[in-house]
Every structure is written in C-alpha cells, then in structure tokens.
C-alpha cells in the first residue's frame, strides 16, 4: 500500500470538509513514521509541540489519577488523532499515549502546522471543528469520571464515619472495661491496706485482685497483639496445627467445666504441617474456642474436628449455643463489634476476638468461614493451606 495516498483518504475522513488539495499539503508538511508496540508518544505533563493522525494500528491513552493509580481512557486507531493541544497553546500534554501494536502515524509539528493554517482558512475550520467536538466528547468523560469520583468519595466518607463511631464507641467500652476491674481491685486493696482481716479473708481479697488485674492484662494484650499483628510480618515455620489445637483445649479446660461445656477433639492422624506463626495461630484457635465455649448454652459440646482437604488444613470448632443472628453475621469480624445481648443472657467482651483471628488467617493466605443457626449454634472453619512436603505422623 502506498501510504501518502492512504494517509491523505484518512485525514480526509478524520476531518471532514477538507479537501484533497488541503489533506495532500498536511501530509507534504507532516512525516509518516512507523512505531513498535509499547513506544510512548505522548507523555502526561510534557510541553511537546507534535500532532499525531493515525494511518494503521492502535495506541492507548492512560492518565494518572494519584500516586499509585493510572487509568487507562480509551484505545485510539486509525483516522484518530491526538497531542492537537499542543498545536492550539503550549499546553503539557493531558494524557499519556502508547503504542500496542506496531502503528503508522502521521507526524505534524507546530511551526509546520502555523505555517500551514496561514495559508488556508477552511481547513482551520474543518479542523477546528473536529478538535471542539472531540473536546466536548473528552468533557463527557470527564464529567462521567467524575460522577464515578463522586460516588467512590461519598462511600468512602460513609465508611469512614462508621468506622468513627466504632472507633468511638470502642473507647467508650474500653474505659468502661478497664474501669470496672481497677475499680474492683482498688477497693479490694484498700479493704488489705485499713481493714484487720484473718488469712481466709486476705487469701480471697487477693485472689479476686489477681483475677482482676488478670482480666486488665488479657484486654491489654488483646489491644497491642491487633497492633502487631497488622504492624509485623510474623516469621513464619513449619507448624503442626494439632499441636496448637490440643495445647489451646488444655489451657482452656477449667473454663469449659465452669461453663459445664464439653470439649471434644476429632482429629485424623497425619494432618499435614502449615506454614505459620505458631503464637499467632494458636492465638486464633483460642479465640475461638473461647468464643464457643462462651456462647454455648450449659451442658452442651464443643466439637473441633481437624482434617486435610484439597491441599488444605481445615479447623472446625462447632458449638450448640446461642447462634448468631444473620442480621449481624456481616459485622462479626469487624474490629470493636460486639452484640452485648442475646435473649435474656449478657455476654461481655470487646469485639476483638474475632478480629483478630481474621487477621491472623489472612496473613496465613488462609480464610475463615462460618456457618450459624440462631438459637442452635455456631461453626468456624479455618482454612489454611497446607506445607508441601511429608505429612506428619502422630
Ligand atoms: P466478643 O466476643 O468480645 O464480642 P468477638 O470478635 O469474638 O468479640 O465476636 C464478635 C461477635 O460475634 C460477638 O459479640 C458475638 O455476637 C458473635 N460471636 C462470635 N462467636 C460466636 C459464637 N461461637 N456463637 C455465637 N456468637 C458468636
């Protein structure tokens, strides 16, 4: 194909109203030059002088939205042009145009161009006409985007200032909590600093000091572990996930006998290992375990089963009690969400536990499920993939 004749039938479709004298004079006054893919021909914020028309192949037009997003506009292919503000005023480019697939493209630079315009007034005309058009298209765009922006703004503010509240009300339950045991240990002390008092009474005066204190500890530490958890990359080995399971049941068998619950352990031998942090990981499965055991109605059972599937370790803790209600199923891993009342019966707690397992699970590359029944019970499934490699034998 001879391409000056090709590239005069596209300019003359690209602008229509000029004419075969006028589109035969760009092209003398322009260069057709050929480009491979992935060549930058316009870039975003430069003062660069040329006008692009493209007589084969495709380009995109990208533009940068902030530090670490560029959206790509649309594809331009032939009898599209672009940079045409750099022909009207000095303005930087707006946009960022790339070749992506080799391209012809006919090359017009300013000097040329002014030279040109001088000569012949229709054609300013007809390209005039063109650029406002496409002018006018491109504000669309921009309004378009903008409507989009808006939108992205007004959810983001919502969440925002739910969060805010959460954050609020957090603090408000926060102080309570801490409040309530200091206070407690408080008088407990002075009743040991001003009061005469025999070994039986001091013993229990101490004892319910410890428990207290205990019980500030264990909300403190809930706190600065959610930190480090989102803070810290944790140094992952090779952890034995039955272990963790059997040493969170052990330290919390004298709660389950308060709660009259019963733990049960169903697990296969040969679980394959994961890869872990095994304070973090044994974290999450106390949590809940803690949970169950705490939701559970009395005398009911805790079951926890352990079983590879699909490259997969998963970890059931299923308990028969209260259920969550599937209004709130959506919030219950959300940081600081806490549902106080269920039927008749007060829960205490913060709205962390939950929180923090799923952290603790997605920095595993794992994932939680849960499954519930109001007024039946709960299961939580925790999925992480397993250690390629040799199972391990019990
Ligand atoms: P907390 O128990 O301190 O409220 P969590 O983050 O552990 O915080 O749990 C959030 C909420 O999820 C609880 O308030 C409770 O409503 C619900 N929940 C969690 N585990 C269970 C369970 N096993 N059975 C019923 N409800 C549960």
Redesign the pocket.
């Known amino acids: 194909m001879n391409s000056i004749p090709a590239a005069v039938q596209i300019i003359r479709q690209a602008f229509p109203g000029i004419s075969q004298a006028e589109a035969n004079e760009l092209v003398a006054i322009g260069e057709v030059k050929p480009y491979a893919p992935g060549v930058i021909l316009c870039k975003e914020n430069a003062i660069e002088e040329t006008f692009f028309i493209i007589l084969e192949g495709e380009v995109t037009v990208t533009k940068i939205i902030n530090a670490d997003e560029k959206r790509a506009l649309k594809h331009l292919g032939e009898g599209d042009f672009f940079g045409e503000m750099g022909l009207i005023h000095n303005a930087p480019r707006a946009a960022t145009v790339e070749t992506i697939s080799p391209v012809r493209v006919l090359e017009i630079h300013k000097t040329a161009f002014d030279r040109l315009l001088q000569k012949t007034s229709s054609m300013s005309l007809a390209m005039v006409r063109e650029v406002s058009r496409r002018l006018s298209e491109n504000d669309e765009m921009a309004i378009e985007d903008l409507r989009l922006k808006a939108g992205e703004l007004a959810s983001a503010y919502q969440r925002l200032a739910q969060e805010e509240l959460a954050r609020r009300e957090f603090l408000t339950t926060i102080a309570h909590e801490l409040r309530t045991p200091l206070t407690t240990a408080r008088g407990f002390l002075e009743m040991l600093r001003f009061h005469e008092l025999d070994t039986i009474q001091r013993d229990e005066i101490l004892s319910t000091v410890a428990r207290n204190v205990e019980q500030i500890v264990t909300l403190v530490n809930d706190i600065l572990f959610l930190q480090e958890v989102e803070l810290l990359e944790p140094e992952m080995h090779p952890v034995d996930v039955r272990e963790l399971i059997v040493g969170a049941v052990k330290s919390l068998t004298s709660e389950a006998q308060k709660a009259e619950t019963h733990i049960q352990l169903e697990a296969v031998s040969g679980i394959p290992q994961v890869m872990g942090h095994a304070r973090s990981l044994q974290r999450a499965f106390l949590?809940?375990l803690?949970?169950?055991i705490?939701?559970?109605s009395a005398g009911s059972e805790v079951v926890i089963s352990i079983e590879s599937r699909s490259d997969t370790v998963r970890v059931s803790?299923a308990?028969h009690?209260?259920?969550?209600p599937e209004h709130?199923r959506p919030?219950?891993?959300d940081r600081y969400?806490?549902?106080?009342e269920?039927g008749d019966d007060l829960?205490?707690?913060?709205?962390?536990?939950?929180?923090?397992?799923k952290q603790v699970v997605e920095q595993h590359n794992g994932r939680i499920e849960?499954e519930?029944q109001e007024g039946k019970?709960?299961v939580?499934t925790v999925v992480l993939p397993e250690l390629r490699g040799e199972p391990v034998e019990f």
């Not at 969400?337 to 106080?340: A, D």
């Open positions: 949590q809940l803690d949970n169950a705490k939701y559970s803790i308990d009690g209260v259920g969550i709130i919030y219950i891993f969400f806490h549902l106080e269920v829960y205490g707690g913060l709205g962390l536990g939950l929180a923090i397992t849960v519930s019970g709960s939580f």
